[in-house]
């Protein structure tokens, strides 16, 4: 039998628009730069070295900066390794059980997109200790959020 | 156990799709290429009636109309209308879809005069009968659909769509039909004024795959589950709550019980009952629940007092048990599907108020959930 499977039918129908990534994305208005999103890592900045970080971690869970562009996300994401870095062991797991079910999936994409920069690796034992404490507050669930989710940190 | 009324082995393979009969004395399930209508009893084995068999590629959907049509879709591309002969025999149609990737789900409209197939080929098929030329007609639905479609439902006034596929969209059509349907049909909805063919009324971003799509057309409302393990419902407000699978594992299928409950089933091979409640939805009942998976703690670590610590675990002790006895654990027990809850149907009903659900799985099973 002739591979059909193998056949680039899209080829025959000059109709038929392929599925982009850019088709995958949430329809955001518009993208922040990072000039637009500086007043938010600021007021990350003034909580991290005042040692507020359970405000951090509330602010960086509530508002991620899903719509913002490249070069602004990863900005903001090492103020926010600052913060994940600096919390004691110990306080880890108070601080996430204030977090809800929103909060928690984005808490995670910081996790997983920490431990895969360099700068994040660094720490990734203290990024781990934040994934073990989460997923006995919150179970696999964000975990399974987070494999299927097109919003990105 | 309790949760069970009834439940029956009907083929070696997986099941996609099954569907009963108006006063269900009927049931027809998809089987590879073919369509198995059966007979169905109060509490005895299904008896095997019919094969459908004209499809050359898996059939993936099935629907039997008000009047006792069967429709079926499959990977070949085509859709076929069943038509019940006084023998006991099915009169095959076959409907030209004009598509070209498989067909993935199929729906009467309540109406039972047009159905709606969805595609790989980002196109909703709407098919209807046409006297003069003795043919069914399909037109497409193509605009803003960017992937497969893989969930489709008709709203009880037979032309709001609603529909659900791998983009990552819940969608609502209007899939109305000039000659069939009538401008009463949709009178005073909230959805919107007009409802012209193939535009769109209304779509929610969700993200994830959105695997099954169902409305509860008395309150206007729609339910869907997604790959990411929630159960998302909204209305025409588009007020939307969400609430998540107590296993993280994703739904399948998802079947309204009332106005305020629904059940949903997936690859955690048992349903799960959400109730809306004053805090919003979540579990209320967790049926048909293998009875060992939580009771008993895995393992004791000794130092770990918290549960959820304990999932790393008893994937070490399950291959040192596999190492000792050179066979997996024989504690685990089985739910009663054992493997991924395909389908949810409604069975028996009795007020407005869903009494059993029917389900089908990739193990080849049929299993009637009483609530």
């Known amino acids: 039998m002739e591979d059909w499977r193998r056949i680039d039918i899209d080829a025959y129908d000059p109709e038929s628009g392929r599925l982009t990534v850019d088709d995958l994305k949430p329809p955001y208005p518009h993208i922040l730069t990072l000039q637009e999103l500086q007043p938010a890592i600021q007021q990350l900045r003034s909580y991290t070295s005042s040692g507020d970080f359970s405000a951090a971690v509330q602010l960086i869970t509530s508002e991620p900066p899903y719509d913002a562009d490249e070069q602004a996300k990863s900005q903001y994401l090492t103020g926010v390794l600052e913060v994940l870095t600096q919390v004691r062991q110990a306080d880890i797991a108070n601080i996430i059980k204030q977090l809800d079910r929103k909060q928690q999936d984005a808490l995670i994409k910081y996790l997983y997109k920490g431990m895969s920069i360099p700068e994040g690796q660094k720490h990734g034992g203290i990024l781990l200790a934040w994934f073990e404490k989460l997923t006995q507050v919150a179970g696999v669930n964000p975990i399974v959020h987070y494999l299927s989710d097109r919003r990105t940190v | ?371």
């Open chain 2, 1 to 371: 156990m309790s949760d069970i009324a009834a439940q029956f082995k009907l083929v070696k393979g997986p099941i996609y799709s099954h569907c009963f009969n108006q006063d269900r004395s009927l049931l027809a399930i998809t089987y590879d290429t073919d369509c198995y209508v059966y007979k169905v009893f109060a509490s005895k084995q299904p008896q095997l009636v019919a094969v459908l068999p004209d499809h050359d590629k898996t059939v993936t959907a099935v629907d039997i109309s008000v009047h006792g049509r069967i429709v079926t879709c499959s990977q070949d591309r085509n859709a076929i209308v069943w038509e019940p002969l006084s023998n006991g025999t099915y009169k095959p149609t076959l409907v030209l879809l004009r598509i070209n990737r498989a067909a993935t789900t199929v729906s009467w409209a309540s109406t039972g005069y047009k159905f709606a197939v969805g595609s790989s080929a980002r196109i909703i098929a709407v098919c209807y009968y046409e006297q003069d030329n003795d043919w069914w007609v399909s037109k497409h639905i193509k605009k803003p659909i960017k992937s497969t479609i893989n969930a489709l439902s008709w709203h009880s006034n037979s032309v709001l769509l609603a529909c659900g596929g791998t983009d990552g969209y819940a969608r609502v059509f209007s899939g109305f039909i000039k000659g069939l349907d009538t401008k009463e049909q949709v009178a005073g909805s909230p959805w919107g004024e007009k409802f012209p063919f193939g535009s769109l009324v209304r779509e929610w971003y969700q993200g994830a795959w959105i695997h099954d799509i169902q409305w509860r057309s008395s309150i206007d409302r729609v339910a869907f589950v997604a790959h990411d393990g929630s159960l998302t419902i909204t209305d025409y407000t588009d007020d939307i709550i969400t609430a998540d699978s107590p296993e993280g594992l994703p739904f399948n299928s998802l079947c309204w019980i009332n106005d305020h409950e629904i059940l949903a089933a997936g690859f955690s091979n048992h349903p799960v009952l959400f109730s809306e409640g004053s805090k919003g939805w979540e579990v209320s009942k967790i049926l048909d629940r293998p009875p060992k998976a939580n009771e008993k703690p895995l393992l004791s670590t000794g130092n770990d007092d918290e549960e959820g610590t304990n999932f790393g675990m008893s994937a070490l002790r399950k291959f040192k048990e596999l190492d000792l006895k050179g066979k997996v654990s024989q504690q685990e027990e089985k739910s009663t599907h054992e493997n991924s809850i395909t389908e949810l149907a409604p069975y028996a009903e009795s007020n407005n108020n869903i009494t059993q659900v029917s389900s089908v799985a990739l193990d080849g099973k049929l299993v009637i959930y009483q609530l």
